[in-house]
């Protein structure tokens, strides 16, 4: 596609619930990311992808974060038993990966999770 | 840790006004360097980037950059700003000495008034 792209654009829902957060990367990227925003805390890192792999998940604030990459491409952001603490926009980036580490990321307009 | 400041919190210009907002990191190695940009209801999008080269960087719609690798600094400026440069501008960091190469470190972000 034209640019990341991420589903759905809002969810709202009860503590306790379990959330999956999608993300469609730009074609051809074989880097993606998953971000958390909070409210004047700028943008915090939570997992890397290299192809299929996650070879950092050294940001996933909790056991109850989880995420996947399948085929190179489409992942999700699970969140188990979500907690009110876990309210944020979740924003989901893509790259090309080169062994420079020049990685000038994309990111998508990332979901406003509500957790009520 | 290794950080990223961003020192001015709101800012508010009239049009025609200059701009400066400041950015320091706290990473000793080389770094490559981001400004991104979020127009309200818009998603991050990339304004400038310095990898290596002339220090100072030119990126759309007018804005700079300069690079001060002794200050640590990577501070964003416009000669002349306008109603549309309303945003929230956030600063980004990817470490390249590190075994993190991939993983942007952002500052908490500067939201930019600007009045007609």
């Known amino acids: 596609g034209a640019g990341v792209s991420q589903s759905p654009s809002n969810k709202v829902t009860e503590k306790g619930k379990d959330v999956e957060l999608r993300c469609d990367p730009i074609?051809?990227?074989?880097?993606l990311y998953w971000y958390r925003q909070s409210l004047g805390q700028g943008l915090e890192f939570l997992i890397y992808?290299?192809?299929?792999?996650?070879?950092?998940k050294s940001g996933l604030p909790s056991d109850r974060f989880s995420a996947e990459r399948t085929g190179g491409s489409v992942s999700t952001l699970t969140i188990q038993r979500t907690q009110q603490e876990d309210s944020a926009v979740y924003l989901c980036a893509s790259s090309f990966r080169s062994t420079l580490g020049y990685n000038e990321q994309f990111f998508g307009p990332g979901t406003r999770l509500t957790v009520l | 840790a290794q950080s990223v400041s961003q020192h001015n919190h709101h800012v508010i210009l009239s049009e025609a006004a200059s701009l400066e907002l400041g950015c320091n990191y706290s990473y000793g190695g080389t770094v490559n360097l981001f400004w991104y940009v979020q127009y309200p209801g818009q998603h991050l999008q990339l304004l400038l980037k310095?990898?290596?080269?002339?220090?100072l960087v030119k990126g759309i719609k007018g804005f700079e950059a300069e690079f001060i690798k002794s200050k640590f600094s990577f501070n964003l400026r416009k000669p002349s700003v306008q109603w549309s440069d309303t945003a929230e501008y956030f600063c980004?960091?990817?470490?390249?000495?590190?075994?993190?190469?991939?993983?942007?470190?952002f500052g908490k972000g500067t939201l930019l008034t600007v009045n007609p």
């Open positions: 980004a960091v990817n470490d390249l000495s590190g075994g993190s190469n991939y993983k942007l470190t």
């Open positions: 992808f290299q192809g299929n792999s996650a070879p950092d």
């Open positions: 074609s051809g990227h074989t880097a």
């Open positions: 310095y990898f290596s080269g002339d220090p």
